[in-house]
């Protein structure tokens, strides 16, 4: 039968997510959902395209187009996601795909064109410097094994949290999350994401995410949400208060992210997500024992096109990371969402 591409409608949803479900090289980041949550939160517009056979679906390319002044034009598969990418059954469809690609940035008229592949470069496109970094490990959901398989230095930092009588509380408490957040990401230099795209992200995948949170007594410290996909737990968008870094908060809530996965979810994967080489977060991750691996962000430029890079250890983002902190929070709250829609 010939092949049929076609844009995803609503129609199509159910289907599309089973397709992801049946691929073992689909991600969490391509479910269906991200689509109307990239519209809803960021205004940006989307292109998802799925490829048919004999009425089957048979291979899918989620596409979003970020289009800011200050941060330029790209296609890109998929923005605020660390993985993307097309995936299909066999190359034929991925081809087909990889051309309806091409076209649409003739149509478009973007800069770029980009593949956010986790485990391979896509064949025959250039790959961006490596930058990201992803961080997975396997769990067994034994709290006893897990807590030793963590390099004796960042296990005494989770004891020293339990010492400081640390707790956690699962819940879908997203303005908590946001509250906790918004204040880290303030403290790094970085603006902060709407309150309402954390709200999409919990509406969108209700059995999907939880929010751990960890007190010190009944004041939050450290927050985190988190994504479940097939045996995987990711914790992707977290942050700890200044309080956090004196009691361990951050150490001892990544920990029982692993714990509650493991023990209560039947997670076997614990995806810390990605960061890039050169930053904290990056050496953070290193001293839970979890080994780097580069993620292979594939491109096509247009003619004349550039690449945008939003590199923290550039000195002008430099300035800018040091100009932010010392904004007040209110006020880098306020300014923080239309920037940074265009940092996905």
């Not at 080994?291 to 923290?312: C, F, I, M, R, V």
């Amino acid at each position: 039968m010939s092949l049929r591409l076609r844009p995803l409608d609503d129609a199509s949803v159910s289907a599309w997510d089973a397709f992801v479900a049946s691929q073992p090289e689909a991600t969490f980041f391509h479910r269906a959902a991200w689509r109307g949550i990239i519209e809803r939160s960021f205004g940006h517009s989307t292109h998802y395209m799925l490829a048919e056979q004999d009425g089957a679906i048979v291979g899918i390319l989620p596409l979003a187009r970020m289009r800011t002044r200050l941060f330029g034009d790209a296609l890109i598969s998929t923005p605020f996601c660390v993985y993307g990418g097309p995936v299909a059954v066999d190359a034929a469809v991925a081809t087909a795909l990889e051309e309806h690609a091409r076209d649409l940035l003739k149509k478009t008229g973007a800069d770029h064109l980009e593949f956010r592949q986790r485990d391979a470069v896509y064949p025959g496109w250039p790959e961006r410097p490596p930058l990201h970094y992803t961080f997975r490990k396997a769990i067994t959901g034994d709290a006893e094994a897990d807590m030793k398989a963590i390099p004796r230095k960042q296990r005494a930092m989770v004891r020293k949290g339990i010492q400081n009588g640390l707790t956690s509380i699962s819940n879908s408490d997203t303005d908590m999350l946001h509250r906790v957040y918004a204040e880290s990401v303030h403290n790094l230099g970085t603006p902060v994401f709407p309150r309402k795209y954390f709200r999409e992200l919990a509406q969108a995948f209700p059995g999907e995410h939880d929010v751990t949170t960890i007190l010190q007594g009944d004041t939050p410290v450290a927050s985190v949400l988190n994504f479940h996909f097939r045996d995987e737990v990711l914790p992707y968008y977290g942050g700890g208060t200044t309080l956090a870094r004196k009691v361990a908060g951050n150490d001892f809530m990544y920990w029982e992210v692993m714990r509650r996965a493991g023990a209560e979810r039947g997670a076997r994967i614990y995806d810390f997500g990605r960061s890039k080489s050169g930053t904290g977060a990056f050496d953070f991750k290193k001293n839970w024992g979890f080994e780097a691996a580069p993620l292979h962000y594939s491109y096509q430029l247009k003619p004349g096109g550039t690449l945008s890079e939003h590199n923290p250890s550039n000195p002008k983002y430099q300035m800018m990371i040091k100009a932010w902190r010392k904004l007040p929070l209110p006020v880098a709250n306020l300014l923080g969402p239309p920037i940074v829609r265009g940092l996905g």
